[in-house]
């Protein structure tokens, strides 16, 4: 649920008069809001960047960057974040004195989703327009990043960066075991059970032509018909039988760009000699994927820290 104008306000006032921003860029992410009490605390945005969302991004930030960190805060849903970007901007503009908010400094990173979120006053209309200028075949385009303030992940859901290829390596050697579903963490088979929800998806029903323009690039699937049975077969045909790595890498990106990965990420747990609950188990593993694609900063195809290479000159 989005927050109310009354909220947002406040949630906006909180970070603007916050002295941690003085002189310091500003990322904006999904998250859930710091409450106590079921009311936003100006003392609860203290420690934003220990919740999950901004603490994942903020473990995402290249290993080479020491000082003058980025400051993250979890603003709600997306429409919350793009929301939170644009009246920071405005409440600053007619309030400048009251202030710590360096508006050329001021970045939002939302989530890709099936459906379309329109923005108003930025320079692109909506979230799609900005995937397509950003990411070309699932990658960043680097001469067209100068422009953005708000930025899009190029798969969908920060969830699906928790499952790329190749964190493999790293589940399995990951402290108490992840299992999904009784069975250590093996991704392709994760990938498969992705796979076989795709025609039952309702979102993808709903949103099949959006999901299928980002990905029609890739070789052998079918997506000329709007199909999603045919093109649910085409996927798994070529996923089990092609031998070609590339190829293999790019049907499970491919897959990541339109599929939501939640549910599957939700039902990765520790092995039963983790006392704690699952959730915290995720969280430090999450934190633990973020550690590594901090090292990965070089990669266009590891869109989140390229992203934040590419704030560093604004430090």
Not at 99 to 122: E, G, T
Request: net charge negative; hydrophobic share 35%.
């Amino acid at each position: 649920m989005s927050l109310s104008s009354e909220q947002l306000k406040k949630h906006c006032e909180v970070i603007l008069q916050s002295r941690r921003i003085k002189n310091k860029i500003v990322v904006l992410c999904e998250g859930v809001t710091p409450k106590i009490q079921g009311r936003e605390s100006p003392q609860s945005y203290k420690n934003m960047e220990q919740m999950p969302d901004a603490n994942f991004y903020k473990a995402c930030v290249p290993t080479w960057w020491k000082q003058k960190l980025p400051e993250f805060f979890n603003c709600g849903d997306r429409k919350d974040v793009l929301d939170t970007y644009l009246t920071l901007l405005t409440l600053h503009q007619q309030d400048s004195a009251n202030s710590y908010l360096d508006c050329d400094r001021l970045f939002a990173m939302i989530d890709l989703d099936l459906q379309l979120q329109k923005i108003d006053n930025y320079i692109f209309t909506d979230t799609e327009a900005i995937f397509c200028n950003l990411y070309e075949k699932s990658e960043v385009q680097e001469q067209n990043v100068a422009q953005h303030r708000i930025w899009i992940t190029g798969l969908i859901h920060k969830e699906a960066y928790f499952l790329t290829p190749e964190l493999q390596s790293l589940f399995e050697n990951y402290p108490n075991s992840p299992m999904y579903q009784e069975n250590r963490v093996s991704l392709t088979n994760i990938y498969s059970d992705m796979a076989d929800g795709i025609s039952s998806d309702r979102d993808l029903q709903f949103n099949v032509k959006r999901a299928f323009d980002r990905i029609n690039h890739c070789s052998g699937l079918d997506c000329a018909e709007l199909d999603l049975d045919k093109f649910q077969d085409s996927w798994k045909h070529q996923f089990q039988n092609t031998t070609d790595a590339t190829q293999k890498h790019e049907l499970i990106v491919a897959l990541l760009t339109i599929k939501k990965a939640k549910d599957y990420w939700h039902q990765i747990k520790p092995s039963r000699d983790w006392s704690r609950d699952d959730r915290v188990f995720r969280e430090q593993l999450s934190l633990e994927i973020g550690r590594f694609y901090s090292k990965q900063s070089s990669d266009v195809k590891c869109h989140i820290p390229f992203f934040f290479k590419t704030l560093y000159e604004f430090v």
